[in-house]
């Protein structure tokens, strides 16, 4: 049938339900922008293209419902980049689209122009640029459709002379098909494995959260009265309060889940890809078994043994191959040593929790005082682990978290728990900072009967602050955002103590700058807590006021206390070989 390109852009959305887009207008975009309204897509028009990233990325990953990312070609499409990065590793299907300048001028140098699929080649599961305006909607389609599968995002590049064009396009149909269920030898190898086991541990991962394989691993945990651990950042794969749950592995993990994984003689990955930072020593206890059967469950083959030495490899959805061993398991599996290996379960849990919530301070390494020192200069504001523990008090236990990469929040990362998926949003491991503000504005367009609390340490939230100018206008929904007020860059300075004999490059933050104060002169509710009551006061009425409406940033006020390093693996002490001397730079001559 006769439409114009962008009208066969749109009704390709409306086939796959694509009901949000994350960006800033631009000319290249505004044709089908124009019929947005009423084709029922909302478009979020952030401050940032980076942050609308972001927002997409948290829409997602909370609701399971794809979203979209848009810009003007050239400056605004690069600046998504980080953003796609991190949905990559966060494996949340997106769809990014790159209005590419004309291809009648393309090559010339001309405005915002940009080789925008070189740009995304390593940040994308595919991407296809569009040869012909008679081909648009086949090719949004085919790239749809490959976000879908491959659980990841992916990009369509239409040159922007290709929109306002007249075609006779037929619509393209949706292919949908099962998602691989493990292959037979494979699945009872591994239910063979698992029924002879002394100590069987299962270790859930996104996969399990995206395929909605948390009851599957429930039965299946319960079944051999195995403990589940949690990959490093998906603390929401397994519920919180059931008696099997030992919590999230890696860095400031649980150390429960570190000691009973230890003692694994069959591990059960179920729905990850086993990345090395969710395996990396914690608490000075290197505990990955090294001598354990290791039964690897991923959706991507290639994946499969790519970190970690396996003994069996699954390609296969977690649901399904969680639902398929339960029923190949023997009938006595689960049953040697399942006694003390409940009763070791319980008291390991409770030793930990015992000592996590007597921890009030960070320790310094050997031969370092930080953060000594920080304690004496500031007696009487909040250390983060106080803050954390006060947050806890307040949090609502439906709330959407998500959290900042940085010190402060990477502290917190044994506190929280949850009883369902789609809860917590970390950025992942692509690290980026500025990603806890934006996450959950996404989540609550997503999710808008569900409080949301994002978390940011004060270097990374400078990166995101600027999203206070966009989120205050009346068509977007109330959040709350927890800034750890530190006046550092608290990771790259517990690096400065530990190999650089505090030689504070670039760490220190301004100390004149009050983010609740831009949050008031933006129009939203900014407010400070200096103590833990004033923080968990604080933060159960920013989530109740979002009923309202309303966005809370709360500026925690705490002391300049560093946790563990993200990298002792990474870094080591510098030594002086050539030496370096002032008196050695050329000045350059200038204009």
Request: with cysteine; proline share 6%; charged share 20%.
């Amino acid at each position: 049938m006769k439409m114009t390109t962008e009208e066969a852009f749109v009704k390709t959305l409306q086939m796959h339900g694509i009901e949000h887009a994350f960006g800033i207008i631009g000319s290249a975009m505004m044709p089908i922008s124009d019929i947005f309204e009423p084709a029922g897509i909302q478009f979020w028009d952030c401050a940032h293209e980076g942050s609308g990233g972001m927002m997409a990325d948290g829409y997602t990953r909370a609701t399971g419902k794809m979203s979209m990312m848009i810009a003007q070609n050239g400056p605004g499409i690069t600046n998504f980049v980080t953003a796609v990065k991190t949905a990559y590793w966060n494996h949340t299907p997106l769809l990014l689209v790159t209005p590419q300048a004309a291809n009648k001028t393309m090559g010339q140098g001309g405005f915002q122009e940009m080789e925008q699929m070189n740009a995304f080649a390593d940040c994308v599961c595919y991407q296809e640029e569009v040869r012909d305006p008679s081909r648009m909607a086949e090719v949004l389609n085919r790239v749809i459709m490959q976000a879908k599968r491959q659980s990841a995002p992916a990009q369509i590049n239409v040159p922007r002379d290709y929109f306002t064009q007249v075609v006779d396009i037929e619509l393209p149909a949706i292919v949908d098909f099962e998602r691989p269920q493990g292959g037979a030898a494979a699945l009872d190898q591994a239910a063979e494995l698992l029924s002879g086991a002394k100590f069987p541990v299962i270790l859930n991962g996104a996969g399990v959260v995206i395929g909605g394989a948390i009851p599957a691993s429930i039965a299946l945990a319960e079944r051999l009265d195995a403990p589940v651990c949690c990959g490093y950042q998906h603390n929401d794969a397994f519920p919180g309060s059931h008696p099997l749950h030992a919590g999230p592995l890696g860095y400031n993990g649980s150390k429960a889940a570190m000691e009973l994984i230890a003692k694994a003689d069959v591990v059960l990955a179920l729905g990850t890809r086993l990345n090395p930072f969710s395996t990396l020593p914690g608490y000075g206890i290197d505990y990955w078994p090294t001598d354990a059967k290791i039964i690897q469950v991923d959706i991507n083959p290639d994946r499969i043994g790519l970190t970690k030495k396996v003994t069996v490899g699954i390609v296969g959805d977690a649901h399904t191959v969680a639902t398929t061993l339960l029923e190949k398991l023997s009938g006595t599996a689960g049953d040697e040593g399942r006694a003390s290996r409940k009763d070791l379960i319980a008291t390991t849990k409770s030793a930990w929790a015992q000592e996590l919530s007597s921890m009030d301070e960070e320790q310094d390494d050997p031969g370092t005082t930080w953060n000594q020192r920080a304690r004496a200069a500031k007696p009487d504001w909040l250390s983060p682990r106080k803050a954390w523990r006060a947050i806890q008090a307040g949090l609502p236990a439906d709330a959407i978290i998500s959290s900042d990469i940085g010190n402060n929040c990477a502290i917190g990362n044994a506190y929280p728990s949850f009883e369902e998926g789609r809860k917590y949003l970390a950025p992942g491991l692509f690290g980026p900072c500025g990603y806890g503000l934006p996450a959950v504005v996404g989540a609550k367009i997503g999710r808008p009967d569900v409080p949301v609390v994002g978390f940011s340490g004060d270097g990374a939230f400078g990166i995101a602050v600027t999203e206070l100018t966009a989120i205050g206008r009346e068509e977007w929904p109330g959040v709350t955002q927890v800034v750890f007020r530190n006046y550092q860059w608290g990771a790259e300075k517990r690096n400065s103590t530990l190999w650089f004999d505090d030689n504070f490059v670039g760490t220190e933050l301004d100390t004149k700058v009050s983010y609740a104060g831009i949050a008031n002169a933006c129009g939203l509710k900014g407010v400070v807590a200096r103590t833990m009551d004033e923080l968990t006061d604080a933060l159960r009425q920013a989530c109740e006021d979002q009923k309202q409406g309303i966005t809370t940033l709360i500026e925690a006020m705490i002391n300049q206390e560093l946790g563990e390093p993200f990298r002792r693996d990474a870094m080591k002490n510098p030594v002086e070989v050539a030496g370096i001397s002032k008196d050695d730079m050329r000045p350059q001559k200038g204009a």
